[in-house]
């Protein structure tokens, strides 16, 4: 009995194959990479700031009113003020439509400054820090603003933190 062996490809039948991937293919395919990253970053970086679009916080630091006291004593906001009708017989509720417009959030431990310029007295600023809040306003500093002694809600969680993927609880700088 014999035994035939059995046969396999010779070695230069893979040789004459090409390869995958060659220079030129990976410069093309690097080359549409580059530009569809260029592409990218100038269709997102191009966000309408027209008032009908609040698209970034930018726009809405810088329209925060006195926007650099703002962004040095506190942080910008926006602010909304509605009413709620309610009736109880028969019971529903109404609530009007609602005004938006910016405003910012002193840190407590800048409240001198709405002192200094004689905006709150001394019994209001004692007032909001027995309650342990902090004052917001609306409107310019300079020319009538409205200032309210403002209660930080800290119930009211950030849902877009607790999304898988996002690290850590929120920082103390957080807390006004």
């Not at 490809?9 to 040789?15: L, T």
């Not at 002193?106 to 004692?126: D, F």
């Amino acid at each position: 009995m014999t035994r035939t062996r059995p046969r396999y490809p010779s070695s230069n039948s893979s040789a004459s194959e090409k390869p995958l991937l060659n220079a030129t293919t990976i410069a093309i395919l690097s080359a549409v990479f580059v530009v569809g990253v260029l592409v990218g970053t100038v269709f997102s970086s191009t966000a309408s700031l027209n008032p009908e679009n609040v698209a970034s916080r930018e726009f809405i630091d810088r329209s925060a009113p006195n926007y650099e006291l703002c962004a040095k004593f506190g942080a910008s906001s926006t602010v909304s003020d509605l009413r709620v009708f309610v009736t109880y017989n028969p019971f529903n509720v109404y609530v009007t439509q609602p005004s938006i417009r910016p405003g910012c959030v002193l840190r407590r431990n800048n409240w001198s400054i709405l002192e200094q310029r004689r905006l709150v007295t001394s019994e209001q600023v004692r007032d909001c820090k027995n309650r342990m809040n902090t004052f917001g306003f609306t409107g310019d500093l300079n020319s009538s603003p409205e200032i309210e002694c403002i209660y930080q809600n800290e119930s009211a969680d950030n849902f877009f933190l607790n999304q898988p993927g996002t690290v850590g609880p929120r920082p103390e700088t957080d807390n006004f």
